[in-house]
């Protein structure tokens, strides 16, 4: 038998049938044939909550690529400072939001810089070659640019699930770099806005957040010295992670945030007037939903059993451990009548698909499942519905739905 990961404490320790946004799961799944993504936003504005607490002087942006799905984005218009997307097509489902936007993303298509020029919102830069084509797209619109240099900082996150800095990057342009480019922005008369840091994703040591922070702070400083300008906003970038495994715990945010007050109460003077920035996706949304599929066989083979749902990889490619992670590890799961139930059997879940990926659990325990019952996977609201191949083998995307 192998382990699972916590289930986010909004969900645990329930008897009997689980609750998301204060209905039961079979009542969610009533009348439906698939799958179903549920997210709460109850769960968001309570992360938002406890980020407020923690960062009172730090705006908060959601970067959008964790969840994109448009009843959450216009529920978290109203808890955030800020949309951060990365393509035309995240620009889209935020435009009409009336919150700050900025794009960032390496490869950025002249369509794609035009749409944010024209619609005013900031485009953190990827290159030297970006700039200059902004630039003149900006020209040829009559209007002013507002421009971000993303930077490739020297520094990484330690411990990060995915390392973005500190190396050969296609994000950002090399620090070394860096003042030359804001000099040149500002004297082809662009809205310079800042800089945008981020040193990577998924960490859960608060002391590596920590001092990826001290030194991004550091490390603005040093460029705004070199570029002989103070910038309006450093987007200190995020990087907060989720515990999804068994052994995993929750980043303690309260104590990142006690040590970024420290760290901006002796931030150089060039940086007193900057305003900073803290962009996070999955720490904000991740534990808010909950993916339901119904057994819809249950096999035994070779010893072992298996319970196969109506969808899997194809909506959950994360939870099946193909999304990034070196070892296939359990997220947590739960047969949704049976919250709390003595789990004594010993099974895989598995997916429709015809692939060995598309395991959803490797030998986990639970209670005895029937036909048709429904299974929870927790974890579920972010990097979920869009960030999994709906279209590989036909079965069609999962149903997403807002709780409220
Ligand atoms: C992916 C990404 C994020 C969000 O990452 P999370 O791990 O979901 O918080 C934020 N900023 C940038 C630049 C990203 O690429």
């Known amino acids: 038998m192998k382990p699972m990961g916590p289930i986010p404490p909004e969900f645990a320790a329930q008897q009997g049938a689980l609750i998301i946004g204060g209905r039961s799961a079979s009542a969610w799944m009533e009348g439906r044939d698939g799958p179903l993504f549920v997210y709460d936003p109850a769960i968001v504005a309570a992360r938002v909550a406890r ?29 955030v400072d800020g949309f951060d997307v990365a393509s035309s097509g995240e620009l889209a489902k935020v435009t009409d939001l009336g919150r700050p936007v900025s794009f960032a993303g390496p490869g950025k298509r002249d369509a794609e810089l035009t749409a944010a020029i024209a619609a005013g919102i900031t485009l953190n830069l990827e290159s030297e ?67 945008h840091i981020y040193a990577g994703s998924q960490a859960l040591d608060p002391q590596a957040i920590i001092d990826t922070q001290a030194a991004t702070i550091a490390l603005a400083a040093r460029l705004a010295e070199a570029a002989g300008q103070a910038p309006p906003l450093v987007n200190l970038g995020g990087g907060f992670g989720i515990p ?34 803290i962009e996070l996706g999955r720490w904000l949304v991740a534990e808010a939903g909950v993916y339901l599929a119904h057994v819809v066989d249950i096999k035994d083979s070779g010893g072992e059993r298996f319970a196969i749902l109506d969808g899997g990889l194809n909506h959950q490619l994360a939870a099946s451990g193909n999304f990034g992670t070196v070892v296939r590890r359990n997220y947590p799961l739960a047969l949704a009548h049976a919250m709390g139930a003595a789990a004594d059997q010993t099974l895989s879940v598995v997916g429709p698909l015809c692939t060995p990926l598309d395991r959803l659990g490797d030998r986990i325990a639970l209670p005895r499942p029937d036909m048709g019952d429904i299974v929870a996977i927790f974890l579920a609201g972010a990097y979920g519905a869009s960030a999994s191949p709906a279209a590989f083998l036909g079965h069609g995307p999962a149903d997403e739905v807002l709780a409220r």
């Open 51 to 79: 980020f407020r607490a923690a960062f009172p002087t730090i705006d908060l942006h959601y970067a959008i690529k964790a969840n994109p799905f448009p009843p959450l984005l216009a529920a978290m218009a109203a808890m």
């Open 129 to 195: 070659g970006e700039a200059r084509r902004a630039l003149a797209i900006a020209d040829r619109l009559g209007r002013t640019p507002r421009l971000a240099v993303r930077v490739n900082p020297d520094v990484e996150l330690r411990g990060s699930g995915m390392k973005m800095g500190g190396r050969p990057s296609p994000f950002g342009i090399d620090a070394e770099r860096v003042p030359a480019l804001v000099r040149d922005l500002i004297a082809a008369g662009a809205d310079w806005r800042g800089f």
């Open 244 to 277: 999804y495994f068994a052994g995993d715990s929750p980043l303690d945010i309260e104590r990142v945030g006690a040590a970024l007050t420290e760290a901006l109460d002796a931030r150089s003077e060039i940086l007193s007037d900057t305003r900073f920035a």
